[in-house]
């Protein structure tokens, strides 16, 4: 009975854990490519506000076409990549190549500024080394727990490893979650502080749910490694009082 229970945690833990490396990998590529699957995950999205007093000051250039129709420009971005969207034309890509997207210039009276500036000061703020680490140790963690289901020698040595690897990756992921609402609203506050009010920004709903759900799943994963290690103390504690006997 004490093995069924044991396999029955193991094997819950492993869709967990595969569940929350799904969601930390997607939210790493938000933003990185068009497709609905990476766009429609970002962290903050920019727009103008048009309900600002300087909204009507301002103008935006490419290519020597003026756009006066602001409402349908939208700037969203990522851990690793941005995405510009002007009315139906999509554009995304990460920031080391963001030159690949055409450059547009705001004109605000005598001022200008290039429009892609708006994403790089999120990454300034922002970096995706937590959570590229959160997924190595996800990854870490999801293959002890295939090895630990089979029938292989060093179960129980195994799943102490997997035990203190699950921790690791709670309390990093925890700070993670934490630094990145954190950062997301500085940059908000700081775009908005520096546009006068003319950019008004929102967090990406989705990606904040896929960072708290993972979170979830990684705390879940602890629980049930904890409640597997001690299933195994019981276990080998039994075992010794039986021999003792």
């Known amino acids: 009975m004490t093995f069924v229970i044991s396999k029955s945690i193991i094997l819950l833990t492993i869709i967990l854990q595969f569940i929350a490396t799904a969601l930390l990998a997607f939210l790493l590529l938000s933003c990185i490519d068009t497709s609905s699957n990476y766009s429609n995950v970002y962290l903050i999205d920019y727009k103008f506000n048009s309900s600002s007093s ?7 250039k490419s290519n020597s076409t003026t756009l006066n129709d602001l409402d349908d420009i939208s700037i969203k971005v990522g851990y690793l990549g ?6 139906d034309d999509l554009k995304c890509t990460t920031y080391k190549t963001l030159n690949s997207i055409p450059s547009y210039t705001l004109n605000f009276l005598s001022n200008q500024f290039n ?8 990454e300034t703020i922002i970096h995706p080394h937590l959570l590229m680490s959160c997924i190595f140790l996800t990854l870490a963690c999801l293959l002890i727990l295939c090895y630990i289901l089979l029938p292989l020698p060093g179960r129980i ?5 997997g035990l ?12 993670g979650s934490m630094l990145q609402v954190q950062s997301c609203k500085t940059a908000i506050n700081l775009l908005s502080d520096s546009s006068f009010g003319l950019i008004s920004s929102k967090i990406g709903t989705r990606a ?7 979170f979830s799943f990684n705390f ?3 629980l049930c490694m904890l409640l597997s290690n001690w299933i195994d103390f019981r276990a080998r504690k039994v075992v010794t009082s039986m021999g003792k006997v």
């Open 208 to 214: 904040e749910i896929m960072t708290w759900i993972a």
């Open 157 to 161: 040595i195994m799943n102490k490893i």
């Open 54 to 60: 300087l909204y009507q000051h301002l103008t935006i």
């Open 164 to 175: 203190f690897i699950s921790f690791i990756n709670l309390m990093l992921w925890g700070l």
């Open 82 to 87: 941005v995405c510009l969207s002007i009315k």
């Open 220 to 222: 879940v994963v602890f």
């Open 115 to 122: 429009l892609l500036q708006i994403a790089q000061t999120f």
